[in-house]
Structures are given as structure tokens and as C-alpha cells.
């Protein structure tokens, strides 16, 4: 039988405070695509548990050992998921439903990379136009208003 993933999960912008530039992950499956660190939820994981379990399987970045704050957003978004996607899904799963996470860093570091071909530190405008997921983007284009607000 096989194992689908379930239809709702986080998405992570890393973001160094002192550079204001996000951390940016192109996917092995499709070297196309870049994105922030996101992740789905497994069964009986609160969406905050699957963001720090994200955060260090795909960056090395362990948030409990380093004492880091990570900033629940308290928004979630519905999309549809991606055609190229889709199979790893169960059948008629057509939408998925993101959390959202801000983790603010103060360097740059360089992520131990297990799950992507390469990362790059860009402005807020280049990781905008670099990620073909739409949410990703917004997210990214929100860090400013989201550090207001908290």
C-alpha cells in the first residue's frame, strides 16, 4: 500500500535579520523550483512540530539546541497542489492546506542540504520572482508586515 501524504503542511521563510534576505532551496525533483523550507504534516503533528522537524531535515538548522525563535504566523493558505505533484497524494486530493512560519536568523548561515541541489540568500524581491508557488512568494513579500504586527 502506498504511502500518501497528507493534504496539509508548513511553509518556513528563513530570513536573516541583519541582511533582510530569505534563504531560497532549489528541490531535486524539479530543479526549477525554488522554495522556502515546507514540509507535510504527519499524522497527529501540530503544524509548529512539523515546521521544526522541517527546518532541520532540510537545513541542518536545529531550533531547540540553538535556542531560535520560531514565529508562528497564525495564517494559513488553500491551494491547489502542483500537477507534478499530485501523485504523491491520494486520488481526488486535489488542494492542500499550508501554515506559515517565519524563522529570523541573524547571519547568513549555510544549510547542510539533504532534500535540495542548492540554496541561495536573495532580497525579498528576488526570492518573490524566484519561486514559481504563488503562496511562497506572498509569504516571502509579507516578512516586513508580519514583524510589525508581533
Known sequence: MQNFKKPESVLVVIYCQTTMRCLML?????????QSVTGSMEDNERPYDTAVREIFEE???????QDLTLLDAKHTVE???????????????KV???????????????????EHLAYQWLSIS??????LSPNNGEAIGKIDHFLKIN
Not at 79 to 93: E, K, M, V
Not at 96 to 114: A, D
Request: proline letters at 9%; hydrophobic letters at 40%.
Open 59 to 65: 537545513t541542518g538548522i536545529d531550533i531547540i539546541k
Open 79 to 93: 491551494f491547489d497542489i502542483f500537477p507534478q505533484f499530485q501523485h504523491r497524494y491520494a486520488p481526488g486530493i
Open 26 to 34: 532549489q528541490r531535486i525533483d524539479d530543479p526549477n523550483f525554488w
Open 126 to 131: 528576488d526570492a518573490i520572482n524566484l519561486t
Open 96 to 114: 492542500n492546506k499550508e501554515h506559515w512560519f517565519y524563522l529570523p536568523l541573524l547571519s547568513e548561515m549555510t544549510p547542510v542540504l539533504t
